[in-house]
T-cell receptor
């Protein structure tokens, strides 16, 4: 089954404790991205990657890192989480960048930073 | 980045009613996508539009790519309780490689 898989689904952590949210897709998609969803603000892009070893900042990249060492995986890293990073996070993938760029989303990771 | 204005913010309707929501922008878009997000889940693609004026249906859903390329609408006919969720429009402006999302329309359907 074609899918985008995120782990964990739920995470509670303390301020400053490094964490990684994993994302994997089995569709051989080139393009992957991370979004955060907050009430009243919709979906905002954090980082994206057009291919292996190619990453770029989205609209709200501060406090986040990503890596794309393999095509299928795109982990989101919070080196020193803070309470304002409490949010619902989604990973998404698309076949390629271009006119047909339908994004497929993972099920989300709800992160709480206390 | 580009901005999409999605309206209404929320709707509370009776089962069986038709629903209409739209997205507008001050700049043109090459692609318009409509997603639905069920509670506790990730957004799922409903309809994709690639040409100005294009009208596409998916069951009870119909969406159109505005002729000016600055807007799109989504209609749901004969709503049912499982239509409940948040509907997002998204678009790709010329020269950009990323999706811009609207803030969503929350739909509630009363049986």
């Amino acid at each position: 089954e074609a899918q985008v898989t995120q782990n964990p689904r739920y995470l509670i952590t303390v301020t400053g404790k490094k964490l990684t949210v994993t994302c994997s897709q089995n569709m051989n998609h080139e393009y992957m991205s991370w979004y955060r969803q907050d009430p009243g603000l919709g979906l905002r892009q954090i980082y994206y990657s057009m291919n292996v070893e190619v990453t770029d900042k989205g609209d709200v990249p501060e406090g986040y890192k990503v890596s794309r060492k393999e095509k299928r995986n795109f982990p989101l890293i919070l080196e020193s989480p803070s309470p304002n990073q409490t949010s619902l996070y989604f990973c998404a993938s698309s076949l390629s960048v271009g006119i047909n760029t339908e994004a497929f989303f993972g099920q989300g990771t709800r992160l709480t930073v206390v | 980045g580009q901005q999409l204005n999605q309206s209404p913010q929320s709707m509370f309707i009776q089962e069986g009613e038709d629903v209409s929501m739209n997205c507008t922008s001050s700049s043109i878009f090459n692609t318009w996508l409509w997603y639905k997000q069920d509670p506790g889940e990730g957004p799922v693609l409903l309809i994709a539009l690639y040409k100005a004026g294009e009208l596409t249906s998916n069951g009870r859903l119909t969406a159109q790519f505005g002729i000016t390329r600055k807007d799109s609408f989504l209609n749901i006919s004969a709503s049912i309780p499982s239509d409940v969720g948040i509907y997002f429009c998204a678009g790709i402006p010329p020269g950009y490689s990323t999706l811009t999302f609207g803030k969503g329309t929350m739909l509630l359907v009363s049986p």
